[in-house]
């Protein structure tokens, strides 16, 4: 099983914003909002006194998104991507509301949240398209658990910078190399109290649900091995 991995060298990024345009275009993203971004910053350390630095979901292995989703439409996969799930998602806002990188949004035409998913719904396959896009190839995608893979001779051969809320470790998969600038940026944040409460809700009923199911299956089962007896009343019994 791959587990798939972006890597960008945030030093490389000239803000063509490139990766952005080309998401937007591949994936159907409403205008007005986007699925990744790249983030300019004053930094005096530069030529430029600018930083730069490219992102998106950060498809973390500690994903409170996932907590946050009453449906289990937002899920992580075994491949390490978090993925939503758009047949299940019912646009209630709860994993948007509980993203510390504000990494999601709410599509105006499909009513249901939507992300960066690596362009596997629009392109399976093929690298993602701000990776195909990049003219410095700031961006690197890959299998980290194939030795041949790019993306895991990166890993292996430089210091590696995640971008983390303070007091909450999501754990993102996605990853800086040597340096970037900003990392305080993402705010821990937590679900709404009623979004929250509708989790275990959806599981009680799924469970219910379930149970009925069960028992309407026990009584057409018990029908096929053990009829009915046939009852002795008869017309000619039928005395007046």
Same mark, same amino acid.
């Given at each position: 099983?791959? $587990?798939?991995?972006?890597?960008? /060298?945030? #030093? %490389?990024?000239?803000?063509?914003?490139? &990766?952005?345009?080309?998401?937007?275009? $591949?994936?159907?993203v409403?205008?007005?909002h986007?699925?990744?971004?790249?983030?300019? #910053?004053?930094?005096?350390?530069?030529?430029?006194? %600018?930083?730069?630095?490219?992102?998106?979901?950060?498809? &973390?292995?500690?994903?409170? &998104?996932?907590?946050?989703?009453?449906?289990?439409a937002?899920?992580? /996969?075994? @491949?390490?991507?978090?993925?939503?799930?758009?047949?299940?998602?019912?646009?209630?806002?709860?994993?948007?509301?509980?993203?510390?990188?504000?990494?999601?949004? %709410?599509?105006?035409?499909?009513?249901?949240?939507?992300?960066?998913?690596?362009?596997?719904?629009?392109t399976?396959?093929?690298?993602?398209?701000?990776?195909?896009?990049?003219?410095?190839?700031?961006?690197?995608?890959?299998?980290?658990?194939?030795?041949? @893979?790019?993306?895991?001779?990166?890993?292996?051969?430089? #210091?590696?910078?995640?971008?983390?809320?303070?007091?909450? @470790?999501?754990k993102?998969?996605? #990853?800086?190399? %040597? $340096?970037?600038?900003?990392? @305080?940026?993402?705010?821990? $944040?937590?679900?709404?109290?009623?979004?929250?409460?509708?989790?275990?809700?959806?599981?009680?009923?799924?469970?219910?649900?379930?149970?009925?199911?069960?028992?309407?299956?026990?009584?057409?089962v018990?029908?096929?091995v053990l009829?009915?007896?046939?009852?002795?009343?008869?017309?000619?019994? /039928?005395?007046?």
């Amino acid at each position: 099983m791959s $587990r798939y991995v972006m890597v960008v /060298d945030s #030093t %490389k990024c000239i803000n063509c914003k490139a &990766c952005v345009v080309a998401c937007q275009q $591949r994936n159907k993203v409403p205008f007005g909002h986007s699925r990744n971004w790249v983030r300019e #910053t004053v930094d005096a350390t530069t030529p430029l006194g %600018k930083s730069f630095q490219p992102g998106a979901c950060m498809h &973390c292995r500690n994903p409170v &998104c996932v907590d946050a989703c009453p449906t289990h439409a937002t899920y992580a /996969d075994k @491949d390490g991507s978090v993925v939503i799930d758009p047949a299940r998602c019912i646009g209630c806002g709860g994993c948007i509301a509980a993203c510390p990188y504000n990494a999601r949004y %709410k599509n105006n035409v499909t009513g249901v949240a939507d992300k960066c998913d690596y362009c596997r719904r629009s392109t399976p396959g093929q690298s993602p398209a701000c990776v195909q896009i990049c003219p410095v190839h700031c961006r690197v995608f890959g299998d980290a658990d194939n030795p041949a @893979d790019p993306v895991a001779r990166l890993l292996e051969g430089n #210091t590696l910078v995640h971008v983390t809320p303070v007091g909450c @470790d999501t754990k993102p998969s996605l #990853t800086y190399l %040597k $340096r970037t600038v900003p990392t @305080d940026w993402p705010q821990a $944040r937590r679900t709404p109290p009623m979004l929250a409460a509708l989790g275990p809700a959806a599981t009680t009923v799924k469970w219910l649900g379930g149970l009925a199911l069960f028992g309407v299956v026990g009584v057409f089962v018990k029908q096929l091995v053990l009829p009915s007896a046939p009852s002795s009343h008869s017309e000619g019994d /039928d005395r007046s």
